[in-house]
């Protein structure tokens, strides 16, 4: 029982770490990602293969998978300058498809669709350590780094550029280098929480990064509440409990949770967005067609 | 005063500015200066091009020709922020306020240039801004509704907000896009207030207006614009009494095709 809470805590750190993240970007620059799970992706292969490779580090790992995903979030930052709203919806889908292709294509570097197995247990510099105390800092850390970001000058900036992006230029801010950054410091983050789950689960393949994961990302924001800092940890506890809850109710079989699950997901998402569109934490007002 | 400095001195000057879109010449050749502390009316017929030389100015939109100054410096071809940071802030027609911030934010964001994690100056640049925007809030009346969403503000109190932006940006030349369209009478009279403790600062303003009332009201001169060219230009009372210009203005030369047109603002 220790172990499959600490297990669920884990997961709950890894992913909410995803949450705060994706919020960042899609809660204050408006940024609707579909593609977070391929920076997650980005990240554990990086992690896995700095663990398999050289020392299994845990903050090494989560440097390595940091920069790899931070650098090559500019794939995504380059469409999110160009284009807004449904369109660049439309381009993050297909930066998702072409790397989980790749992620299955690549095999020296992925492991193909076999993935990367036997990832040796995390150290931190030469001592054996836990998965989860060094998540649970990386959450508290990337949460305290998004709350100051939000409230101060980079939050206004972002914000502004999502409610009138013409008028922030207008007023002085450059525009693509804010949202470059605000794409860069998301992505970097999912690759931190790719690190930790290739340490934690020591073994990844490209199952875990396809898009049904970006949109488990998403609904965790939207359920929690877009642009809200505790919202997308909520949501993340809420979505990630659901089946273990489920697993509980002993009328259920067990071969009927996942479908349960989804159908609980997308009612909530439905019904949510009727009544509270703005998310749990949300404000109300927003959202709303009265305005 | 500055009515004797020449227009080289000139904070903004452009010089045969063009751009057509498809086949039709928006602006054809637009040669103006903007002198320091005065302010400079564009008015014409809709469709005359005059949103459209605030898009070349402030490089929302390419010149197919002709250049622009900022104090001596070219600034065709820079992008809007750019020119922005070289001191022009400019206003929108339809506001483009920020509307889910807060009054006192979208202020704030009109202090903050640094598009980095971080604005530069330490506390005490932090501590200048806000004064630099409480100080806008209070010029534009809106320091009570500091807190309130811009989204939540009426009609008038947007059209300030959108001035106070301008007020904190502390720019020195400010295009402004019908800013006093749809106000009242005590609204007018504030915002003719805001201008005139601008210009006595030594602010260039070049405002869009069609209620010639208000032109007369706050305009030291005026460039009559149609059909993309500055067709005169001068002080208030010699362009508003020429009758010529008044019958492309009220549109007596054309069909009754303008008259459509003239609704449409």
């Known amino acids: ?291 | 005063m500055s009515a004797a400095r020449g227009s080289n001195e000139a904070p903004l000057r452009c010089e045969g500015l063009a751009r057509s879109f498809g086949g039709l010449q928006a602006v054809a050749g637009v040669s103006l200066a903007l002198p320091a502390g005065q302010v400079t009316a564009l008015v014409g017929p809709n469709g005359a091009g005059k949103t459209t030389l605030f898009n070349l100015i402030t490089g929302n939109l390419r010149a197919d020709a002709g250049t622009a100054w900022v104090r001596g410096q070219p600034i065709t071809g820079l992008k809007p922020w750019q020119v922005a940071r070289l001191g022009v802030a400019r206003s929108f027609q339809d506001l483009r306020l920020f509307t889910h911030m807060t009054v006192r934010d979208n202020v704030l964001a009109a202090t903050e240039r640094s598009a980095w994690f971080w604005q530069p100056g330490g506390t005490a640049g932090r501590k200048r801004r806000l004064a630099a925007a409480e100080a806008a809030l209070e010029a534009t009346g809106l320091a009570s509704l500091a807190d309130a969403r811009a989204i939540d503000l009426a009609y008038a109190e947007r059209k300030f907000l959108s001035l106070a932006r301008i007020l904190a940006a502390e720019a020195e030349i400010w295009l402004l896009d019908e800013p006093a369209s749809g106000l009242d009478l005590a609204s007018r009279m504030r915002f003719a207030d805001l201008l005139r403790s601008a210009t006595r600062r030594g602010v260039a303003i070049c405002l869009i207006e069609h209620n010639l009332d208000v032109v007369a009201e706050l305009s030291d001169r005026i460039a009559f614009l149609d059909q993309g060219r500055v067709i005169a230009e001068g002080d208030p009372q010699s362009i508003l009494r020429d009758p010529a210009l008044a019958a492309i203005y009220f549109g007596d030369r054309h069909e009754p095709a303008s008259a459509a047109a003239e609704t449409e603002a």
């Open chain 1, 1 to 291: 029982m220790i172990a499959y809470l600490s297990n669920l805590a884990t997961q709950v750190a890894i992913f909410g770490i995803l949450a705060a993240t994706l919020n960042f970007i899609l809660g204050y620059a408006g940024i609707f990602s579909i593609a977070h799970a391929v920076f997650f992706g980005l990240g554990a292969y990086a992690g896995a293969q700095i663990a398999l490779l050289l020392v299994p580090d845990v903050v090494l790992a989560c440097i390595v998978a940091a920069a790899i995903a931070g650098g090559l979030s500019l794939c995504l930052a380059l469409p999110a300058l160009r284009v807004r709203g449904e369109y660049f919806v439309a381009a993050s889908l297909g930066l998702q498809m072409v790397a989980v292709t790749l992620f299955a294509e690549l095999k020296p570097l992925t492991g193909g669709i076999g993935g990367l197995v036997g990832i040796p247990l995390p150290t931190l510099f030469g001592v054996p350590v836990g998965v989860l105390p060094v998540a649970l800092a990386a959450l508290a850390l990337i949460l305290l780094a998004t709350a100051l970001l939000a409230r101060g000058s980079f939050g206004r900036t972002l914000t502004a550029i999502r409610d009138a992006e013409s008028a922030a230029e207008a007023l002085g801010k450059n525009v693509a280098a804010a949202k470059t950054l605000a794409v860069g410091f998301a992505c970097a983050g999912a690759g931190v929480a790719g690190a930790l789950y290739a340490l934690h689960t020591s073994f990844v393949n490209v199952e875990s990064f396809t898009m049904d994961y970006s949109v488990l990302m998403m609904a965790m924001v939207i359920i929690g509440g877009t642009g809200t800092l505790w919202g997308p940890l909520i949501g993340t506890v809420l979505l990630l409990s659901l089946p273990a809850a489920l697993a509980f109710l002993p009328f259920l079989p067990a071969t009927e949770v996942g479908a349960v699950q989804q159908i609980i997901i997308g009612l909530a998402m439905t019904l949510l967005m009727i009544f509270r569109p703005a998310g749990l934490v949300g404000d109300l007002s927003r959202g709303q067609t009265t305005a």
